[in-house]
């Protein structure tokens, strides 16, 4: 069952670190060099919001949340076909 932390929060870490690791380092090199956490996870721009990803198909310990700026949404979304929603925390995982 994918996991639905608040981004960049120690237990949405963990469980990218555990999921997808060089993503969970790109992230924390991008949070380290501005000083930061409320940027995109990918490319550090603010403003930035948290999403969840809408996906039937995800892998189990998926992490299926980010922060993302309004230019990595479009590409995401319009390249990746990746869907997402505004993130609203009901638990900490689903």
Known sequence: MPFY????????FR??????????????????????LDVCSICGDDPAHD??????FMQKNAVATIRL???????????HKERFIPYRQINKSI
């Open 5 to 12: 932390f608040k981004p960049h929060s120690p237990e949405w």
């Open 15 to 36: 469980a990218l670190e555990a999921f997808d690791p060089s993503k969970a380092t790109i992230t924390r090199m991008v949070i380290e060099t501005l000083g930061r």
């Open 51 to 56: 999403y969840q990803l809408v996906d039937k």
């Open 69 to 79: 700026c309004d230019d990595c949404l479009r590409i995401k979304r319009k390249v």
